[in-house]
């Protein structure tokens, strides 16, 4: 069965620092998306991506994050001056036919 | 204000209890509904969706009140393996908007 893949499953980073997590998409998905879920809370929306630009984007995603799809395959999502606040559970999907897949996410601990 | 609310829990129940979950959205244009089920510190999975009054998969039943705004499940015969928390999702914006996600419902199938 066809899986998004996300790297790294656990990224720990010192605040201040960048961080850029990756995603494979499932390859014929036109749809791109990243969520985030802080721990014990829910699972919430930052962007989608189609066509090779952001095609809406919530208020938490902010001048801090920018996505990316350098070539046919990666999807990445930036983090630029991590906060403490940023830890969380980041996930990629993405959506064909049949609706949306999640990758198994990257947990980010920023210290 | 786009929001989907869920009873948090927890349910505990013994195995082959019927038990069921509710949601409300406040979106009234969304056509589309789903219901994830997710692993502690996994990704969501999606274990139906719903897109006229209801849907049935063994076990599961999910039901659609759109007059109410009001997304139920229902698990029959109850699974040790059932154990999770329970996501009511309700896209924004169409087939390929972004999903808004309730904080979840915690069930606990006990022996």
């Known amino acids: 069965e066809p899986e998004v893949t996300q790297t790294p499953s656990h990224q720990v980073t010192q605040m201040g620092q960048e961080v850029i997590l990756r995603c494979v998409p499932i390859s014929n998905h036109l749809y791109f998306y990243w969520y985030r879920q802080i721990l014990g809370q829910k699972v919430e929306f930052l962007v989608s991506f189609y066509n090779n630009e952001i095609s809406e984007k919530s208020e938490i995603f902010d001048d801090q994050f920018s996505v990316e799809r350098p070539d046919g395959s990666n999807f990445t999502l930036k983090i630029r001056s991590t906060k403490l606040e940023d830890s969380a559970m980041y996930f990629c999907a993405s959506q064909g036919a049949v609706g949306y897949t999640f990758g198994s996410g990257t947990r980010l601990t920023v210290v | 204000r786009k929001e989907v609310e869920q009873d948090p829990g927890p349910f505990n129940v013994p195995e082959g209890a019927t038990v069921a979950f509710n949601c409300t959205y406040s979106n009234s244009a969304s056509q589309s509904f789903f219901w994830y089920r997710q692993d502690c510190r996994k990704e969501p999975k999606l274990l139906m969706s719903v897109y006229s009054s209801g849907n049935e998969d063994g076990r599961f039943t999910a039901q659609l009140n759109r007059a109410s705004q009001y997304i139920s499940l229902l698990i029959r015969d109850s699974k040790l393996s059932d154990s999770a928390t329970y996501l009511c999702?309700?896209?924004?914006?169409?087939?390929?908007?972004?999903?808004?996600f309730g904080k979840g419902t915690k069930l606990s199938v006990k022996p």
């Open positions: 999702v309700v896209p924004y914006g169409g087939s390929q908007g972004n999903l808004i």
